[in-house]
């Protein structure tokens, strides 16, 4: 990752509990949005990617790093979920899929989206959101260890 912030693709950024809790809030909206029936299909499955992408960013920023804006930005964020919640090379593919199946449907107009991407990348987006949450949970209880307070103080 240190590579990355030397190449400019990320860059250093202090983390901030806050923060962090707000991209989890946001993609766990993200989620309720790509859930409910009433919205078009393309509009679930933008949700549930950006409830990917969000959980990508929120881990970045819970390990010191914030994505630049430039081109290619949300790749590296959801590459860097190797390192950040220790994803397989399978699982980065498979969420990298649906960044470029987005980019088609948005960009080249491509009318692509079927009820099983919506479905699949929906079912992703809860299963990394869960190891998103398990691990600032975890990161939280380590802290609160080693400052010497009680868990019930840590909030």
Do not use: W
Not at 62 to 80: N, S, W
Not at 96 to 106: A, I, S, T
Not at 135 to 151: D, I, W, Y
Request: glycine fraction near 4%.
């Amino acid at each position: 990752m240190k590579n990355l912030v030397k190449i400019g693709s990320l860059h250093d950024a202090p983390a901030v509990a806050s923060d962090v809790a707000n991209l989890i809030a946001s993609s766990e909206r993200m989620l309720a949005d790509a859930r409910n029936n009433r919205n078009s299909l393309e509009t679930r499955f933008k949700c549930a990617y950006d409830a990917v992408l969000k959980v990508a960013i929120a881990m970045l920023r819970d390990h010191g790093y914030r994505p630049t804006t430039a081109a290619g930005h949300q790749q590296i964020a959801i590459q860097t979920l190797a390192h950040t919640l220790g994803c397989t090379t399978v699982e980065v593919r498979t969420l990298d899929g649906y960044r470029q199946l987005r980019h088609q449907e948005q960009y080249e107009g491509l009318d692509i989206v079927t009820a099983k991407h919506v479905e699949e990348a929906t079912r992703d987006a809860v299963r990394l959101l869960e190891q998103a949450k398990a691990a600032v949970r975890k990161k939280t209880k380590s802290s609160v260890k080693r400052e010497g307070r009680a868990p019930d103080d840590a909030t």
